[in-house]
């Protein structure tokens, strides 16, 4: 192949000139095209790992949030709430109360526990006895005591108006019986500092906002009480209205312009301004958000090693095919060219392959951090269920093994329909105990259960089944009236035969010193209602325990025999059912307790509170 007549000096030097200038702007603008791909990629990347950590921070706190809404429930029940609201102006009234809630505060490990009036005034508190005590002061300007008093659960975060702490409140209606009048309400404080400190411990820079949108948890103390985006001005009413921040100014953290690669500027800098990724995720009952910050520059780095070394693998293609071109004399000096170039892409890829490398560990080591924190979170949900699950299944195991040993025995005499009957009896408890699973399932999961029409006699004989192993313990007699066997209860079977296993084991334990053990079972229809009554032989209950009879944690039992919730559960279920649990002294002796429920008439099932 003949080579063209070479041109003019030049002419030559000038095309060379445009050509090198032409094929550096083509590695240029590939170079920055690969940037912005690897960019793109890498952001991604972050935003995802971001997301994951967002979900464990949110799940964090749903759970830490979770752990304080029953308390207010529980503490509405206390008597002595109900007498201090029915007489506001006994000293020994409040001073009883005041003691209660401070007990209450101290147990639980609250910031506080107060009392307030109908008309928002508070009658006890816990802290009534320090300066800055909320007795006598007036929240029914509070977010959180007007929607008690309507009958919901009132929750807010705000900083307190008299100690001028922040903290998270919970209300609760106190009500005059099950479906009273609402008398008053009982409100606790909650001190978020601890979760606010375990945040900053994560090196992660994780911000807490309200529905408005302003910060109240973050891991410096000048971020708080900023703002994610400027407030309106009807939201600064709302606020103000409200006191919810005081008087702070609640200027933006974060400038309203956002940059090119999805990234947001701060507001407020220590030196030079501090672009960072935000990624947020919706968390708990009130619109609040969790938020994520994250530092873009590794992500930027590593894009713009990958567009170096694109630039460089494109030039370095140029290279090659303008070296078929060139001319014999100019092989040595490309190939010296080749070769600088190759060792430069070498190196590039090289650091690159390093960063990768690191990227993939470092994502390894977040999985393996969060796959332990989900361990971590079961074995303490394992732990708290413990004692319940045993509570729940030692007597129907029991009765198992009763019956299963009465099979074999049965089997060995040839007595085949006894052996049918035994193996039945095994087949409902292996059901209860399916059932009593599911109930635990539900349970954690929150959902809702349903009323539907439940035969009491039913109820009442695996209640018994299961009582069986203790009541030959005991040598007691457990005397059943007759139950109609069309009468039955709106209600769910399980918790019903939960309740009702609670009442019967309370009955033989009254009576365990006694020598012959009897216990009545009576279940009768009043109107609409039906009325089921257990009453024991024992001592009775005396004065104090009956003053305490539903408290939670109240016990006359020996330590390691009770925890003083049995009775505080069946309250609690039998309400959820609409119905009534009473408790009082039979003038002939012996106590009594009564479950009343709505009688069943071809009711549809109708879900009901867990």
Known sequence: MSLPPLPAPATSSRRRLLLGTALLAACLVFGWLAYRVALTI???????????????????????????????????????????????????????????????????????????????????????DKAGSFVGHNYAFRPYFREAIKGSLGRFYGV??????????????VRDGSHGPIEGVVTIKVNLAPFESALARSGDTVLLA???????????????YRTLAPLSPLARERLAASRKYGDSPLEPLISDRALEDGSVRLAVTDRRPRDLLMESQAVGHQGWRVVLLTDPAEARRSALGAGFTAAFALAFVLALAAHQNLRRKRRAELHQAHAALEAAIAERTADLTRKVEALKQAEAILHQTRDTAVQAGKLAVLGQMSAGMSHELNQPLAALQTFSDNAVALMDLGRLEEVRENLAMIRQLTARLGRIVTQLKSFSRKGPAE????????????????????????????????IAPELAVLADTTRLEQVLVNLLR?????????????????????GSQVRIAIRDEGPGLPPEVLAHLFEPFYTTKPVGEG?????????????????????????????????????????QPTPISA
């Not at 307190?160 to 209606?173: N, R």
């Not at 309370?506 to 009043?526: F, I, K, S, T, V």
């Not at 307790?593 to 069943?600: D, G, K, N, P, S």
């Open 160 to 173: 307190g108006a008299t100690t001028g702490e922040p903290g998270y409140f919970l209300a609760a209606p």
């Open 210 to 224: 309200d529905d408005e949108g302003v910060i109240f948890l973050a891991p410096k103390a000048e971020w708080r």
């Open 42 to 128: 890498f952001l991604d990347g972050e935003r995802q790992n971001a997301a994951r950590r967002l979900e464990f921070y949110a799940l964090s706190l749903e759970a830490t949030l979770a752990r304080y809404e029953a308390l207010p429930g529980l503490l509405a029940l206390e008597h002595k709430l109900h007498e201090l609201l029915a007489q506001p102006a006994g000293s020994a009234q409040a001073k009883a109360a005041n003691a209660y809630l401070k007990t209450a505060q101290s147990g639980a490990e609250i910031s506080a526990a107060y009392l307030i009036d109908r008309r928002g005034h508070t009658l006890a508190a816990s802290n009534w």
């Open 506 to 526: 309370n009955g033989l334990d009254a009576m365990q010193e006694r020598p012959a053990p009897r216990l009545h079972l009576q279940a009768e229809r009043r």
């Open 563 to 603: 925890l003083g919730l049995g009775l505080a559960i069946s309250l609690a279920i039998v309400e959820g059912f609409g119905g009534r649990l009473e408790g009082s002294n039979r003038p002939e002796g012996g106590a009594e307790f009564a479950i009343i429920l709505e009688a069943a008439s071809g009711t």
């Open 451 to 482: 009323k539907s029409p439940v035969p009491v006699a039913r109820a009442v004989d695996n209640a018994l089944l299961i009582l069986e192993p203790r009541r030959r313990e005991l040598q007691a007699a457990i005397q059943v009236a007759p």
